[in-house]
């Protein structure tokens, strides 16, 4: 039997390592509990993979409002953390992060509360079932109760109320990130059905209401998926006890420095003076509603603006009792019955601009808007609705001076107080949205990453400049520019040695200018919280993501985590920015590998992106076959073949390398352009002729080859029949041109002819084809030979 060295053993086991880490990345199911209380210490437990080395949380939370730190042993992978946070931290759903050795976790919901918690005793311990009557788990109020919701699971809680005594129940699950749709069953003492409510408007698949008990007693709450679904990473929170029933307030924007009356709808007439200091730097919060005597709080979405609130004012049914209004503005009400219609007037003059924008899910209501401009004269002449998950937008230009009128109403005619909405009135003018596409980096002390990000531009083409907002000295951006026209940057975020080791947050902001207005915005992500988000639709058409998912807290997706990691002991650069990758054939890419003297580690390399991946049931288009770096052969060559079904588009590869040392996993990436194409495109040379009838030239038609295919090439030209050209002109392999005649007829009129060049080949044993280039005729009227005569 051979017997293999020690040292190729060695390189053996720390490939096996590497290869199994390149693509594992830590990755969070639950957090147990699911919220935390403000004013006091919160042990928590997060589940998951990849967890092992977890030493630091993350948090979307004001740095100043929360303390974390890693707390005794984990079991079995499962971090422990005691969370302290302030009295005065702001409640509602905030983000989390888990910090590895190796990386950054996804981003897991988690809320912030102020009624006491109660742990659901089968949660702590499987076996101590609270799954009827006769087994339920008593609970005094006001209580927060977490659990798990289990496959087929139905937790029951034993509550105690006095006659005439309101309790309000809520549920926090779908709200945390996951596929849970619970349902909340009352039965009293003897097991008589009470009450059941499933989705509350607003929320998601999570409810919210309140009832009244006529009689004193015993009561028991059920709580389970509507489906009998669940896993053990379905956790939630059951808030029972005092607290407003409230899902919307109005108005739901906030202009600094101004207070503002705060109304809300599904609890009657009760008003709440609020304001918010100039210079408040979030853009997004929580109005936190507690009335007198409450046990707890509920926490409701509203922004900040510049603009002007303007709410209706009954009635105003017809656009002869519209609420009249100036603009822009934003534009508060409720459709608070079915078949109401709100109106409001304005007047304005010819040419203004303007764009509209119906907000009602992002405040927690189900309202589907659609909004009808009328004109002076009472005619409808535009109207806007929703676009998919989007709610309604439109831009309207003025088309006269006089009073118009906008009509509110709800698409399905229904109505009721918790649907309210704001419409955002503002005058159209050039504007930026800048998105990144990555919401988390791991970066080594005296290295780099990238960061991709997208731009898009409303009337605007300018450069646009970029600035970071929570970098600590010695983080910066290599450009800090996107330019004139261009819509799409692979930025750089350089991380200098001075930087301690360590958790950021970090915020992009873009700014730009046409002179007149300055324009502004704050990159935003769509970060992953669920493993399996994508939903279905109601014929079963998949989701790209489930609503929830897409909704998520503002804090989540208006910043990116950064984590400083000690120094690389190996880098590497790509030989260029672009490869060009013919259709049914292979490209290379040199890649350089450099190694700190005495590590002699190997790097795997792994290429992500695009056609590169697999997306859902169809496999990868383009493969990659990249061999591992080592300090004697530092020189590599990534190879890419291109598959069947592969699209002729350009596109972003990110690779990683990845080595192990000393127990962590040390990624750094590096991007470049992938473009497929053809691996040829014939063309005429010249492309433009200009001949009399009757005249003819010759032209070389090459082939246009890429380098990595030197077939035979067969045209098929595609002509008017006033020009004569060969029906196929072949081009052998490894040649590149042949000469063909052009012909005009002799009866063609003046005028300009085209001549399509379509081609064909074999590559790779694939039939290829392509349109082809263009070559243009001009037919020029033929000069009349002048005629001499004697003086």
Known sequence: MRRIPLAAMLMLLALFSIENRCLAQAFVEHVFPPCVAR???????????HLQTAHALWTTLPGDKLKTTPAGESRSGHPLFDVELANEAPLGLYGLRVATDDGLSNVHLFAVDDLPIVTERESLEQSAVNNGTLTAQQVDLPAAVVGTSREADIDVFAIDVLAGQRVTFEVLGSRLGKGFDPVVTILDADGRFVLQRDNSVGLFFDCRFDHIFEKAGRYFVKLQDSRYHGTDHWTYVLRMGRFPVAHVVLPSSVRPGQKVAMRFPQIGSEVKEFSVPQGFSQKHAYYEL???????????????????????????????????????????????????RDNFAFDLHKGEKFVFRTETRRIGSPADLELALIDPQGKVIQRGDDFGFEDATFSWTVPKQGRYSLQVSEVVDKGGPEYAY???????????????????????????????????????????????????AGMSLRTTTIEKGTNALTGTLLVDNSISVGLYSLQIVGRASTGKIELETL??????????????????????????????????????????????????????PLVTLPRYSEATLPIQTTFVPGFDQPVAFVARGGSLERVRLRNPTVTTEIPIATAQRP?????????????????RVTITGTTIKEGRAIHLTRTFDLQLKVAFNPQAKPNRLELEPGASATVRITARRLAQFDGAVTISPVGPAEISVPRTVSIPGGQSYVDVDVSV?????????????????????????????????IVKAKVAESSSRPE
């Open 523 to 576: 990159a935003r992500t769509q970060p992953l919280i669920d493993r399996k988000p994508t939903g279905r639709g109601p014929h079963g058409e998949a989701f790209e993501l489930r609503e929830d998912q897409r909704r998520l807290p503002p804090s989540v997706t208006d910043r990116i985590a950064i984590l400083v990691t000690p120094e690389s002991p190996f880098d590497f650069e790509l030989a260029e």
């Open 290 to 340: 507690r009335s007198e005597g409450d046990d707890g709080s509920v926490w409701l979405p509203i922004s900040l603006t510049d603009r002007e609130n303007r709410l209706e004012t009954e009635p105003n049914q017809t656009p002869e009792q519209a609420t009249s209004v100036s603009l822009p503005a934003n534009l508060h009400g409720t459709i608070g019955r079915a078949g109401d």
């Open 39 to 49: 004013g006091r210490v919160t042990r928590i437990e997060l589940v998951g993979s």
């Open 422 to 472: 704001r419409i955002e009135v503002s005058r159209q003018t050039p504007g930026i949205r800048l998105i990144s596409e990555a919401g988390r980096l791991a970066i080594p002390r005296g290295s780099r990453q990238p960061l991709p990000l997208l731009l898009e531009r409303t009337n605007f083409g300018g450069p646009v400049e970029l600035t970071l907002l929570g970098a600590p």
């Open 745 to 777: 007829a002799a009866t063609a009129k003046p005028g300009r002819y085209t001549v399509r060049l379509p081609a064909s080949a074999r590559v790779a044993n694939f039939s290829e084809q392509i349109g082809g280039e263009k070559l243009e005729v």
């Open 635 to 651: 020189a590599v060559t990534a190879r890419f073949r291109s598959g069947v079904n592969s699209q002729l588009v350009r596109h």
